[in-house]
C-alpha cells in the first residue's frame, strides 16, 4: 500500500484535487521515493498514519504522478 504525498483526509478530496489539476505524487512508507518515475498501477490508502485509515483507491501513476483514481 502506498500513501499520497499529501495527506487527503477522503478519496473524495483526492479526486477533486486530481480533477482540479494539481499533481499528486505517492510513495510507500519504509521504502522510500521509489515511486517518482513508476509507470503502473498502485493501492493507496489514507488518511496517513497514526490516523485510522478510512479511505482505499486504485490509482494509476505515469512517471511517478496520479493520473486516474478509482
Not at 486530481?18 to 518515475?37: F, M, S, W, Y
Request: hydrophobic share 35%; aromatic share 8%; proline share 7%.
Amino acid at each position: 500500500m502506498a500513501y499520497t504525498d499529501r495527506n487527503f483526509k477522503t478519496k473524495k478530496a483526492l479526486k477533486e484535487a486530481l480533477k482540479a489539476g494539481e499533481v499528486i505524487t505517492c510513495h510507500q512508507p519504509g521504502i522510500g521515493p521509489d515511486l517518482r518515475n513508476f509507470d503502473g498501477r498502485v493501492s493507496l490508502e489514507g488518511p496517513h498514519y497514526p490516523a485510522p485509515h478510512t479511505w482505499y483507491a486504485s490509482a494509476v501513476l505515469e512517471a511517478g504522478k496520479v493520473v486516474k483514481v478509482s
